[in-house]
């Protein structure tokens, strides 16, 4: 739907509140029709008109919110996105590399990026409401049932930005604490830019530290390698614009850019602080995204391919198995096909990768 259909959506009188709390100021204009607004500096003005049965009460809206976006240096879908939702805080996570340069993804990419979107943000509500050195399951009933609630706005161009709308609830009703989405999402860059500065400052026992204070957990830290990996080490910008309609104080940071020079460092901090888990062996169900094996036909003694699959978490991963060679034509045969495989083994994971100790192998035949 483009912009100036979401006019049809939209109250004229909230985008009228808008202004004001932006600091606009209204002019006596005594009218029921319409209203004027000058801005803060006065060199501005915007009319927002309630009649809806004037000929040119769409295009004079279109205008009101256009002049309102520029003037207050936000883009036109952003400031729908936030007039046309419950009060909510809105997350913006701009990825900038050489597939973005056009405003455009590949759609396994836009895949990848939710899921550690999903994984950053459940693992910041997992720390807030059960802080703990580490947590065997991040997804909880408690956790999906709060992330819910969270809606996908629309998408904006200027590399690639992802606007997702964390609603707030009832704000009148949070008398002595945040709601908890504003929580989760202070958490997200605090955390973060804790994490980096420390790091950055030869500092990582402080980040060890925190670790077991319980300012953020070891799966935070892995979300933020997850991230990075699903951005292909771009870095990532998280961007909030918080709602007014709920103090903000000024002292509170609004962006963070993941540095993807700390994430190797993020990756030895896990390795030393994640608890050893019983080796068990697992079953996975996937399909082969990759094949890998040595290109001259007489040297082949394995075969290296990777499945994508999900996790106990419920979450998409990727696991790397090394199978015999004598799997060869049965792993082509999958792999061509789009056919689903039956991998039983032993799962070995590190920071940036999983790999399966493969005890069995066997493709499903649909």
């Not at 963070?256 to 697992?282: A, F, H, S, Y």
């Not at 940036?352 to 493709?363: D, G, R």
Request: charged share 25%; glycine share 4%.
């Amino acid at each position: 739907m483009r912009s100036f259909d979401y006019i049809r959506l939209l109250d004229p009188v909230v985008l009228a509140k808008y202004l004001s709390k932006m600091g606009w100021a209204k002019v006596n204009v005594n009218s029921v029709d319409f209203d004027q607004f000058l801005s803060p500096d006065q060199m501005e003005a915007i009319i927002v008109p309630y009649n809806s049965s004037f000929v040119d009460y769409e295009d004079v809206l279109s205008s009101a919110l256009k002049q309102a976006a520029i003037c207050n240096e936000i883009s036109l879908p952003a400031l729908l996105n936030k007039l046309l939702s419950p009060p909510s805080d809105i997350l913006k996570w701009r990825i900038d590399n050489k597939q973005t340069s056009n405003g455009l993804l590949p759609f396994e990419s836009v895949s990848d990026i939710f899921e550690s979107i999903k994984g950053l943000i459940g693992t910041s509500a997992k720390d807030v409401l059960s802080p703990e050195l580490y947590h065997k399951k991040v997804f909880t009933r408690d956790i999906t049932d709060f992330l819910a609630s969270f809606r996908l706005g629309q998408t904006e161009r200027g590399s690639y930005i992802f606007n997702v709308l964390c609603p707030l609830g009832d704000t009148q009703l949070e008398l002595y604490e945040d709601p908890l989405s504003r929580r989760v999402n202070i958490n997200i860059l605090n955390a973060i830019n804790q994490i980096q500065s420390d790091i950055l400052n030869n500092n990582k026992n402080r980040v060890e530290d925190s670790v077991g204070e319980g300012c953020y957990s070891v799966n935070f830290l892995e979300s933020i390698i997850a991230i990075n990996e699903a951005t292909i080490e771009s870095g990532i910008e998280i961007k909030v614009d918080w709602c007014n309609e709920l103090h903000v104080s000024p002292e509170m940071p609004n962006v963070v850019v993941i540095d993807p020079v700390t994430i190797d460092d993020i990756g030895d901090i896990v390795e030393r602080l994640k608890p050893v888990e019983e080796t068990k062996e697992q079953r996975f169900f996937g399909k082969i995204s990759s094949i890998e094996a040595h290109p001259n036909i007489d040297s082949r003694e394995s075969v290296k391919i990777k499945i994508a699959t999900i996790d106990e978490n419920e979450k998409k991963i990727n696991v790397n198995i090394d199978l015999d060679y004598s799997y060869f034509s049965e792993v082509d045969r999958a792999f061509e096909n789009g056919l689903t495989v039956n991998v039983k083994g032993t799962l070995i994971s590190h920071p940036k990768k999983k790999s399966l100790e493969a005890s069995s192998f066997e493709v499903i035949d649909d």
